[in-house]
């Protein structure tokens, strides 16, 4: 599975969280689970400023390519977590500490999981992959490299 096979709002959003260098981009894969969305995409960003420029370019990559807007947005003058909830996906900004807290990677560990590596130079070749539950690899909430 890649990247180019999510929704163009799922890709535009992994795309600008990568222009401001969020790291250890993840998108999980909701659909077929009943839950409220049908996707996350999950990033660090390593300072307040760094938190915010995301999700500000995220929003503006939207709107610009999509023409969609957040339906809701959540703790962006937070250095802890953002969320921007666009509808059919939902961007979740984290702190490291705050991703670590929450972990929603173990919460939906039954999901299909896309990790993005950091590089953007690797995007769209095979480095990008699938993780699931039951591989052994399964993201532990650190940085992937």
């Known amino acids: 599975m890649k990247l180019e096979s999510f929704p163009k709002g799922v890709q535009l959003a992994v795309h600008a969280a990568q ?8 998108v999980i894969d909701l659909s077929g689970l009943g839950a409220f969305t049908e996707y996350f995409v999950i990033c660090t960003g390593f ?3 760094q938190v915010q420029a995301i999700c500000t370019e995220v ?3 939207l709107y610009k390519h999509a023409q969609r807007s957040p339906e809701h947005r959540e703790g962006q ?12 996906f939902v961007v979740h900004v984290f702190s490291e500490q705050a991703r670590r807290y929450y972990d929603l ?10 990790e993005i590596p950091d590089s953007p130079e690797s995007l769209g070749h ?6 699931s539950s039951r591989d052994p690899e399964h993201f532990s909430g650190e940085a992937v490299s």
């Open 47 to 49: 300072s307040t400023p």
């Open 105 to 114: 990677e173990r919460l939906w560990r039954s999901a299909p999981k896309l």
């Open 19 to 26: 222009e401001k260098k969020a790291g250890a981009i993840t």
């Open 59 to 61: 929003e503006e990559q």
């Open 77 to 88: 003058r937070s250095a802890e977590w953002a969320l921007l909830d666009f509808g059919g």
């Open 126 to 131: 095979d480095s990008v992959h699938r993780r």
